[in-house]
């Protein structure tokens, strides 16, 4: 582990600025992903900014009758608060899938969503990654690809992103709230917050250097039947193969967005509408441009057969 200085801020803005002053920074709050890349040399940062000391760890009704969710909130938290559990089931359902109680006890709304890929080539700092250092090439497209992207992916890379709670943010419209170093804010919707590898994939979301998340603002209640369902290689403490994240409506019509297949939460809403008339159209349009690897050509059929369960469970 290299060594590193340390401060605390003491609000977002000073947080950011100090961030722009230290162009190899990282913020640190529960430090559950952050901290283990350091021990392996994956992540290298000269300065650590503490934002532990934020006020930035409430959930909060929002004037248009939705929520707005502080970054440091801890994943605990946030799956047992009451107005998540009665309107947001599948944000709390989610969470719980994901990690391990204790995990879940420090990791932050912030950190979940900025977690890094679990690509078992990323970690090998002996293997080449697109992502660690661009242009070394990516080991993992000749490698053992299962548990790996099976769309959106590129010949730069083929990591998925590994959130739980960023596959129900995706479902249920949230809008990512941050604030710049200069002190201007931004509002991203989720569904823009995390990019696809393309040419470039050590850029992983639309943040700026040095912009720090300060909240998620959830829409009013949209209803509905909220599921969430993680197919995994055993029963607690790892990722998914797939996972579906769903709101149907008595009507049919729903929301859906899938985890474990590509390099953010993956949802299609132009194949939705098709929901309500029969899953096997919507499947096969939600998975479109789909290129698995032998490896992992069996996520397709997996997704489907998922999706499809999850529709039969909200109707039935």
């Known amino acids: 582990m290299k060594p590193f200085t340390y401060e605390r801020a003491a609000s977002p803005a000073e947080a950011a600025a100090a961030a722009r ?7 640190i709050a529960g430090g559950t992903n952050l901290l283990d890349l350091m021990k392996l040399e994956i992540e290298t940062p000269s300065h650590l900014i503490d934002v532990n000391g934020l006020a930035l760890d ?5 004037p248009d009758g939705g929520l707005r969710i502080g970054a440091l909130v801890r994943n605990t938290d946030l799956a047992a608060d009451p107005r ?9 359902r989610a969470l719980l899938a994901g990690a391990s109680g204790q995990l879940r006890n420090k990791a932050t709304t912030a950190g979940n969503l900025l977690q890094r890929t679990r690509c078992p080539y990323f970690y090998d700092g002996n293997m080449a990654c697109n992502k660690r250092q661009p242009g070394a090439g990516c080991a993992a497209l000749g490698g053992v690809t299962r548990q790996l992207a099976v769309i959106g992916h590129s010949e730069a890379c083929i990591a998925t992103n590994p959130s739980d709670m960023a596959v129900a943010l995706r479902a249920l419209d949230a809008v990512v709230e941050t604030v710049a170093a200069d002190g201007s804010t931004r509002a ?13 994939p050590q850029h992983e979301t639309a943040l700026q250097p040095g912009e720090l998340i300060t909240g998620v ?17 055993r029963a607690s403490y790892a990722f998914a193969l797939v996972s579906v994240g769903a709101v149907v409506q008595p009507d049919g019509t729903a929301r859906v967005a899938l985890g474990g297949v590509a390099a953010r939460p993956w949802r299609v809403e132009a194949a939705e509408p098709e929901l ?10 939600i998975l479109d441009g789909a290129r698995p690897t032998q490896d992992n050509a069996f996520k397709v059929t997996l997704a489907a057969r998922t999706l499809q369960a999850v529709l039969a469970e909200a109707r039935s």
């Open 276 to 285: 309500a008339r029969g899953a096997r159209a919507a499947i096969d349009a």
């Open 58 to 62: 409430r959930i909060e009704a929002t």
């Open 217 to 233: 603002t959830l829409p009013p209640p949209v209803g509905g039947r909220q599921i969430y369902r993680k197919v995994r290689d």
């Open 21 to 27: 002053r230290h162009p190899d920074a990282r913020f």
């Open 188 to 200: 991203i919707p989720v569904a823009e917050f995390h990019r696809l590898p393309g040419d470039t």
């Open 84 to 92: 998540i559990r009665r309107d947001y089931a599948l944000l709390s």
